[in-house]
């Protein structure tokens, strides 16, 4: 017994060392084939309008679906987490990604092409990216900002790379095969869903508890029954019904979380209405550099530039942010970071020459670098880590709607004005506000909170972070964090 309890410790906490280190280098790359695919969209861009006579806001719609699909598919994908584990869940994400691309080299519309290439990749997308970013929550405690910003450095190799080859297969064989031999590389995913072990629990964990819901849905059932009414009963059935739906959207939607953590709703609101924006340069820079007269390959090129910086930019960021200096204080450098790419819009309208979009590429890139590196740790900083998946839900699915509407519409826009400076003062509006709002608010939650400790008495249990109001739910020491039940074995 003695043998068997010491084995379950044994693999129950692999935290920081050994296999660890696999599971980050599985999500660099996963990170670059998932959220990293959707910058070279741009470069097809010009080719599937000519190719579909479509408008600027019609082709828009394409990697709008898949963007906003790769963000807003969090609470399916934490079902599927929780029921069959990130492992089988990155590697379905990667069966997808390939299908749809493969799917979308024989689109006869662009409407067929919102389907396969921006609905069923963008779903296979959103399944191996989530699903990669809860696991190495588990494997990484005590380096785990530097383990997120190294991982997003796979969305800048991400960037660096796929422009760049998107560009030299458009040339040599069109779309139509880039999009096929595509479909051959996303599968990779699969290869870093089966690095990803799962994290065995210690043997004699008890099981999750009952939320409070379920048990006051349990006694309300039983309350009906012990007066007479039979469990069959078509109105208790209904009632059921109802009270498990209600479980379901609180268990995976956060919505409980959303209500009662202000620094949670703060930041998710904030970064839904920043989505508006922040997507906006990378659907439309390379379209914008041609159409002002720059070469084809000198475009591609641009977001590659992007991409290249953020390769060393993220490491530092994180390195950074991690020090405990800034323990508390990471919004902070968020929001500078976003305030930064907003005012770097501005580059783009005073001129479209490749020289001065080139300027505009290496200060984006920094500042994009500093949004990469942090958005995720933000959020486990406002939130507990038992709960992040949950809140991860939340967090994307409704930043997936700003993301969906931002480029078309902002295409609808370009179309009316025939001017494409209008997606950079878009952009820098939503990014703008977003930061003054989240910075504003933060403040705020700070000094209340500050005015709160100085008239009450300490707690016994106070937040870890200054602006962050996590409520407090009692667990049994016995219990082992629910959260590493979401990576089960297959």
């Known amino acids: 017994m003695a043998q068997g309890g010491a084995a379950g410790r044994g693999t129950a906490k692999p935290q920081d060392r050994g296999w660890a280190w696999m599971v980050l280098l599985a999500a660099v790359v996963l990170q670059g084939l998932t959220l990293g695919f959707p910058c070279c969209i741009g470069v097809f861009f010009t080719d599937l309008q000519h190719e579909f006579q479509a408008s600027n806001s019609e082709t828009s719609w394409f990697p709008s679906i898949m963007v906003a699909v790769l963000h807003g598919g969090g609470p399916l994908c934490s079902i599927l987490v929780k029921r069959f584990g990130c492992r089988f869940v990155v590697m379905l994400g990667g069966l997808l990604s390939g299908l749809g691309m493969v799917s979308s080299s024989f689109c006869r519309s ?41 991982a997003s450095t796979g969305v800048s190799l991400g960037f660096t790379l796929w422009p760049l080859l998107s560009q030299y297969l458009l040339d040599e064989m069109g779309w139509r095969n880039t999009f096929l031999i595509f ?33 006051a849905g349990s006694r309300a059932e039983e309350a009906q029954v012990s007066n007479g009414a039979s469990p069959h009963h078509p109105a208790l059935q209904q009632h059921t019904r109802r009270t498990t739906c209600f479980q379901v959207l609180q268990k995976y939607l956060a919505f409980d979380i959303f209500c009662q953590n202000k620094g949670y709703q703060i930041y998710t609101i904030g970064v839904t209405w920043m989505m508006m924006g922040f997507a906006l340069p990378h659907v439309y820079l390379v379209p914008y550099a041609i159409h002002s007269g720059v070469e084809e390959r000198k475009a591609a090129l641009l977001i590659s530039i992007i991409g290249l910086i953020n390769i060393f930019i993220r490491p530092l960021t994180g390195l950074l942010s991690g020090h405990r200096v800034f323990t508390g204080r990471r919004i902070y450098l968020f929001t500078l970071a976003v305030l930064l790419c907003g005012l770097s819009n501005f580059i783009c309208v005073i001129s479209a020459e490749f020289s001065v979009l080139i300027l505009y590429c290496v200060i984006l890139s920094i500042a994009m670098s500093g949004v990469g590196a942090l958005t995720f740790q933000v959020l486990m900083d406002v939130v507990e880590m038992d709960k992040f998946s949950n809140a991860l839900g939340l967090f994307t ?20 004005t025939s001017d494409f400076r209008y997606v950079f003062y878009n952009s820098s509006f939503f990014l703008l506000s977003a930061a003054l709002f989240m910075g504003l608010s933060f403040c705020a939650l700070e000094k209340k909170n500050k005015l709160r400790e100085a008239s009450k008495a300490p707690l016994d249990n106070p937040s870890r972070y200054q602006y962050s109001e996590m409520p407090t739910e009692p667990q049994a020491e016995s219990e082992s964090p629910p959260a590493v039940m979401y990576i089960t074995s297959i």
């Open 110 to 150: 662009i409407s067929q092409l919102y389907l396969t290439a921006g609905f069923i990749t963008g779903l296979g997308s959103c399944f191996s990216f989530q699903a990669g970013v809860t696991v190495l929550g588990y494997y990484f405690v005590r380096w785990q900002t530097l383990a997120n910003a190294v």
């Open 397 to 416: 699915i409704l930043e997936s709607i700003t993301l969906l509407l931002g480029p078309p519409l902002t295409g609808l826009l370009v179309d009316i």
């Open 183 to 215: 479909g051959g590389i996303l599968l990779n995913s699969c290869v870093c869903g089966a690095i990803m072990r799962p994290i065995q629990l210690a043997s004699g964990s008890l099981p999750q508890s009952a939320k409070p819901g379920e048990e």
